[in-house]
Protein backbone atom coordinates (compact mmCIF):
# COMPACT_ATOMS: atom_id res chain seq x y z
CA UNK A 1 0.00 0.00 0.00
CA UNK A 2 2.99 2.32 0.69
CA UNK A 3 4.11 1.38 -2.16
CA UNK A 4 1.11 2.45 -4.53
CA UNK A 5 0.78 5.89 -2.20
CA UNK A 6 4.46 6.88 -3.08
CA UNK A 7 3.82 5.94 -6.93
CA UNK A 8 0.38 8.54 -7.26
CA UNK A 9 2.88 11.35 -4.81
CA UNK A 10 5.48 10.72 -7.09
CA UNK A 11 2.85 11.36 -10.05
CA UNK A 12 1.73 14.35 -8.30
CA UNK A 13 4.74 15.95 -7.83
CA UNK A 14 5.68 15.31 -11.69
CA UNK A 15 2.96 16.91 -12.50
CA UNK A 16 2.10 15.18 -16.00
CA UNK A 17 -0.59 14.29 -15.27
CA UNK A 18 -1.95 17.07 -12.85
CA UNK A 19 -4.38 19.55 -14.54
CA UNK A 20 -3.07 23.12 -15.81
CA UNK A 21 -5.60 24.92 -13.63
CA UNK A 22 -4.17 23.64 -10.08
CA UNK A 23 -0.90 24.47 -11.07
CA UNK A 24 -1.84 28.00 -11.97
CA UNK A 25 -3.21 28.24 -8.85
CA UNK A 26 -0.62 27.32 -7.11
CA UNK A 27 1.69 29.47 -8.77
CA UNK A 28 -0.37 32.36 -7.95
CA UNK A 29 -0.52 31.53 -4.26
CA UNK A 30 3.21 31.23 -3.98
CA UNK A 31 3.94 34.22 -6.19
CA UNK A 32 1.62 36.38 -3.68
CA UNK A 33 3.46 34.90 -0.71
CA UNK A 34 6.32 36.11 -1.98
CA UNK A 35 5.49 39.41 -3.12
CA UNK A 36 4.21 39.97 0.87
CA UNK A 37 7.31 39.12 2.29
CA UNK A 38 9.10 41.08 -0.12
CA UNK A 39 6.62 44.39 0.56
CA UNK A 40 7.59 43.46 4.22
CA UNK A 41 10.82 43.57 3.82
CA UNK A 42 10.57 46.92 2.02
CA UNK A 43 8.96 47.96 4.79
CA UNK A 44 10.80 47.16 7.67
CA UNK A 45 13.55 48.32 5.79
CA UNK A 46 12.14 51.51 5.31
CA UNK A 47 11.07 51.34 9.30
CA UNK A 48 14.37 50.79 10.44
CA UNK A 49 15.70 53.72 7.70
CA UNK A 50 13.33 56.24 9.14
CA UNK A 51 14.28 55.53 13.02
CA UNK A 52 18.12 56.10 12.36
CA UNK A 53 17.21 59.36 10.67
CA UNK A 54 14.73 60.16 13.56
CA UNK A 55 17.57 58.97 15.92
CA UNK A 56 20.51 60.84 14.04
CA UNK A 57 18.49 64.46 13.96
CA UNK A 58 17.42 63.85 17.74
CA UNK A 59 21.29 63.13 18.67
CA UNK A 60 22.18 66.37 16.19
CA UNK A 61 19.47 68.49 17.49
CA UNK A 62 20.92 67.77 21.08
CA UNK A 63 24.13 68.28 20.19
CA UNK A 64 24.04 71.37 17.93
CA UNK A 65 21.38 73.44 19.45
CA UNK A 66 23.60 76.27 21.74
CA UNK A 67 22.41 75.95 25.16
CA UNK A 68 21.70 79.42 27.24
CA UNK A 69 24.40 81.75 28.17
CA UNK A 70 24.89 81.98 31.74
CA UNK A 71 26.82 85.25 32.95
CA UNK A 72 28.85 84.49 35.56
CA UNK A 73 29.23 87.90 37.21
CA UNK A 74 25.78 87.31 38.83
CA UNK A 75 26.28 87.79 42.11
CA UNK A 76 24.83 84.87 44.36
CA UNK A 77 21.82 85.27 46.24
CA UNK A 78 23.46 84.65 49.69
CA UNK A 79 26.46 85.90 51.24
CA UNK A 80 29.42 83.45 52.12
CA UNK A 81 30.93 84.23 55.42
CA UNK A 82 34.33 83.02 55.43
CA UNK A 83 36.52 83.13 59.38
CA UNK A 84 40.00 82.69 60.16
CA UNK A 85 41.76 81.92 63.55
CA UNK A 86 43.25 84.33 65.37
CA UNK A 87 46.90 84.61 65.49
CA UNK A 88 48.46 83.80 68.82
CA UNK A 89 49.72 87.48 69.35
CA UNK A 90 45.47 88.74 69.21
CA UNK A 91 44.89 86.54 71.94
CA UNK A 92 44.51 87.86 75.54
CA UNK A 93 44.75 85.50 78.68
CA UNK A 94 44.26 86.38 82.15
CA UNK A 95 45.60 84.58 85.16
CA UNK A 96 43.87 84.67 88.67
CA UNK A 97 47.24 84.18 90.50
CA UNK A 98 47.95 87.70 89.27
CA UNK A 99 45.70 90.62 90.70
CA UNK A 100 46.25 94.14 90.57
CA UNK A 101 45.20 96.99 93.12
CA UNK A 102 44.44 100.14 91.83
CA UNK A 103 44.70 102.94 94.27
CA UNK A 104 43.62 106.19 93.65
CA UNK A 105 43.72 109.27 95.76
CA UNK A 106 41.54 111.44 94.26
CA UNK A 107 37.51 109.98 93.86
CA UNK A 108 36.64 109.51 89.98
CA UNK A 109 32.65 109.01 91.04
CA UNK A 110 30.99 111.94 92.04
CA UNK A 111 28.19 110.84 94.50
CA UNK A 112 24.75 112.49 94.26
CA UNK A 113 22.48 113.04 97.28
CA UNK A 114 18.81 113.36 95.92
CA UNK A 115 15.26 114.19 98.68
CA UNK A 116 11.65 113.11 98.46
CA UNK A 117 9.63 115.92 97.59
CA UNK A 118 6.17 116.22 96.34
CA UNK A 119 4.85 114.68 93.21
CA UNK A 120 5.07 117.68 89.99
CA UNK A 121 1.52 116.53 88.77
CA UNK A 122 -1.51 116.31 90.80
CA UNK A 123 -4.37 114.31 90.06
CA UNK A 124 -7.65 115.99 89.93
CA UNK A 125 -10.69 114.11 91.61
CA UNK A 126 -14.01 114.04 90.34
CA UNK A 127 -15.35 116.82 92.49
CA UNK A 128 -12.71 119.19 91.55
CA UNK A 129 -13.63 118.39 87.92
CA UNK A 130 -17.11 119.24 88.40
CA UNK A 131 -16.16 122.39 90.10
CA UNK A 132 -14.32 123.37 86.92
CA UNK A 133 -17.50 123.08 84.75
CA UNK A 134 -19.28 126.21 84.16
CA UNK A 135 -22.66 124.88 84.60
CA UNK A 136 -24.44 122.37 87.04
CA UNK A 137 -23.79 118.16 85.83
CA UNK A 138 -23.52 115.11 87.57
CA UNK A 139 -21.34 112.20 87.03
CA UNK A 140 -23.42 109.06 86.58
CA UNK A 141 -21.23 105.88 87.68
CA UNK A 142 -21.60 102.96 85.30
CA UNK A 143 -18.94 100.74 86.89
CA UNK A 144 -15.82 100.93 89.42
CA UNK A 145 -13.60 102.41 85.84
CA UNK A 146 -16.85 103.84 83.67
CA UNK A 147 -18.09 106.84 84.28
CA UNK A 148 -20.71 109.34 82.13
CA UNK A 149 -20.86 113.02 82.62
CA UNK A 150 -24.82 114.49 82.42
CA UNK A 151 -25.47 118.55 82.03
CA UNK A 152 -27.93 120.33 83.68
CA UNK A 153 -28.34 122.36 80.16
CA UNK A 154 -28.00 120.57 76.76
CA UNK A 155 -26.50 123.48 75.30
CA UNK A 156 -23.58 123.61 77.55
CA UNK A 157 -22.19 120.42 76.61
CA UNK A 158 -22.46 121.62 72.61
CA UNK A 159 -20.34 124.04 73.64
CA UNK A 160 -17.92 122.15 75.32
CA UNK A 161 -17.44 119.07 73.35
CA UNK A 162 -15.99 120.00 70.11
CA UNK A 163 -17.47 116.95 68.12
Given at each position: ?14 A???D ?8 DH ?13 A ?15 I ?9 V ?9 L????Q ?5 A ?16 PT ?16 D??E ?19 E ?15
Amino acid sequence: MSHSRNKRLLSDVLAEESDADFREALLDHTLHVVRRKRRFRKARQVTYASLMAVGLALIGFHFLVSKPVVSKGLEPPYLLVTTQPLTASAVFSTSRDHSIAVISSSPTVELIATSESSPALYQLDDNELLALLPSPALLVRRGPHLAELVFANPDTQQSLSPN
